[in-house]
């Protein structure tokens, strides 16, 4: 019998965390932590943590996510994005364990014309994003046996994302909603990039800074219009989509207008926007 490859899973109640344990391959032996179990922003934890299991591999799905909020508690979103990833980085790299971690299309300022390479110059907006740049910095620098997967607009079954709002709020009868158009990025289901994740633990680290998303092109309003399109072909409430611009729906914090990424690899049996409504 072969021995289990050995994974230990952080932040593992995160959309992306859930859609990992959902598909975990028969021959890992998964380790889950959440926030309680571990916070990465506590050096001596993560230590602990990591000398007590002893994983061939940790990915790191925690991250303050909170985008506008970071705005206005930027000492959490750097205590979490970038020293509670350095944690991790140090204590991988003590015991030279390999350590996946991801990162955002949100360390681009959007004013491409084209999707964004790995080897493109990252310049951050928001604090989310130079949160985010900085925790990619740690880890390539603290931590050898490292790699960093970018990804964009993330959607998913579980906890909070674009596509679970739109549905809420046809649900509750909203006939028509104002979504912007004029950001334009590539929705991915978090289940596509697990699948990714587990692919890229297969092989050897080749490059330490990979893109990740899926390939369809599209801004917030496109995205809106394809949940309600199915929703309406499935009977189901919807609601009308009035595109807006990003200055009439200001937030607090401005969002890359163009964030596509250049997905460095693909994926088998990609699972589309329309399998993920249909479990909903
Ligand atoms: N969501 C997107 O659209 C998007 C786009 C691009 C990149 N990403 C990146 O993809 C990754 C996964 O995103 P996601 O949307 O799946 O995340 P998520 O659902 O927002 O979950 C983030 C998780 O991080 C955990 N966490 C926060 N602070 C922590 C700490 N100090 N110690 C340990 N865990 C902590 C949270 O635990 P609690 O629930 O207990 O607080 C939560 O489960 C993140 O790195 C994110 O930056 C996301």
């Given at each position: 019998m072969s021995v289990p490859f050995k994974v230990l899973l952080i932040g593992s109640n995160s959309q992306l965390g859930r859609c990992i344990k959902d598909r975990a391959p028969d021959n890992w032996c998964l380790i889950t932590m959440t926030s309680s179990q571990l916070d990465i922003t506590n050096q001596q934890q993560c230590r602990q943590v990591i000398d007590r299991y002893h994983p061939d591999a940790i990915i790191n799905t925690a991250a303050y996510t909170a985008v506008d909020n970071a705005e206005s508690d930027e000492h959490q979103a750097f205590l979490v994005n970038a020293q509670g990833v350095k944690n991790l980085a140090l204590a991988c790299n003590i015991d030279n364990i390999r350590l996946v971690h991801i990162?955002?299309?949100?360390?681009?300022?959007?004013?491409?014309?084209?999707?964004?390479?790995?080897?493109?110059?990252?310049?951050?907006?928001?604090?989310?994003?130079?949160?985010?740049?900085?925790?990619?910095?740690?880890?390539?620098a603290h931590c050898a046996q490292s790699q960093i997967i970018r990804t964009s607009?993330?959607?998913?079954?579980?906890?909070?994302?674009?596509?679970?709002?739109?549905?809420?709020?046809?649900?509750?009868?909203?006939?028509?909603?104002?979504?912007?158009?004029?950001?334009?990025?590539?929705?991915?289901?978090?289940?596509?990039?697990?699948?990714?994740?587990?692919?890229?633990?297969?092989?050897?680290?080749?490059?330490?800074?990979?893109?990740?998303?899926?390939?369809?092109?599209?801004?917030?309003?496109?995205?809106?219009?394809?949940?309600?399109?199915?929703?309406?072909?499935?009977?189901?409430?919807?609601?009308?989509?009035?595109?807006?611009?990003?200055?009439?729906?200001?937030?607090?914090?401005?969002?890359?207008?163009?964030?596509?990424?250049?997905?460095?690899?693909?994926?088998?049996?990609?699972?589309?926007?329309?399998?993920?409504?249909?479990?909903?």
């Open positions: 990162s955002t299309d949100y360390v681009f300022d959007g004013t491409a014309k084209q999707p964004y390479q790995t080897t493109d110059t990252p310049n951050p907006i928001s604090v989310y994003g130079r949160s985010k740049l900085a925790g990619e910095l740690l880890v390539l607009w993330l959607y998913s079954e579980y906890g909070h994302n674009f596509m679970k709002t739109m549905i809420r709020l046809a649900e509750e009868g909203r006939g028509e909603v104002k979504v912007v158009d004029d950001q334009i990025g590539c929705p991915t289901y978090a289940g596509n990039l697990a699948q990714a994740i587990i692919g890229l633990l297969k092989k050897p680290i080749n490059n330490r800074l990979l893109h990740y998303c899926d390939s369809e092109i599209m801004s917030w309003s496109d995205f809106a219009k394809a949940v309600f399109s199915y929703r309406q072909q499935k009977g189901q409430a919807y609601c009308t989509v009035s595109p807006v611009s990003s200055s009439e729906y200001p937030t607090p914090v401005k969002r890359p207008a163009y964030s596509v990424l250049q997905s460095g690899f693909d994926i088998e049996n990609k699972v589309s926007l329309s399998s993920v409504l249909d479990k909903m």
